[in-house]
């Protein structure tokens, strides 16, 4: 299974493949969960602190030897609602992907969201590194463009 292929075919931007090695994380970035800026902190059972401390979910994440690196890029309306609607139809579409990762064999994943979704924290909770996974996949993340990037990833072994 091409998983690069597949989330182009399903609607992602960009799509990689790297070794979970690579990925960053900064305890620190704890703090943009701990205030609580999606409003599901001490709420959701994929959010702190629920989920585990952040060295938890970092070897957590460490157990996975590949992770798939999922983006959608859309213009910035500026509109809080549209913001919401792309970021879960982002997670849709991760959800799906990985529906059809496991439906192949690859039955031992691992999501992080784009913002928490269902039962799948996010990569804040996890407290990765955006920027520095989005480099080390080839991809913009922070950029003066105009542009919004959802990030998402699959972790497999």
């Not at 690069?4 to 979970?20: H, P, Q, R």
């Not at 059809?100 to 590194?129: F, R």
Request: proline share 4%.
């Amino acid at each position: 299974m091409n998983l690069v292929k597949e989330a182009i075919d399903l609607g992602f931007s960009n799509a990689a493949v790297m070794d979970t090695k690579k990925l960053v994380f900064v305890p620190e970035y704890r703090n943009f969960c701990e205030e609580n800026r999606c409003g599901c902190y001490n709420l959701n059972p994929a959010c702190p602190p629920s989920c585990g401390t952040a060295e938890e979910m970092k070897q957590r994440a460490f157990r996975y030897t590949n992770t798939l690196v999922l983006q959608t890029t859309l213009e910035d309306s500026r509109d809080p609602a549209q913001y919401k609607k792309d970021k879960l139809r982002h997670n849709i579409m991760t959800e799906k992907l990985a529906g059809k990762m496991e439906a192949e064999g690859i039955t031992d994943i691992l999501i992080m969201a784009a913002g928490p979704y269902k039962h799948n924290s996010c990569m804040s909770a996890y407290c990765v590194d955006a920027q520095k996974m989005a480099d080390a996949a080839g991809m913009l993340c922070w950029e003066n463009d105009g542009m919004l990037r959802y990030f998402s990833q699959i972790l497999y072994s």
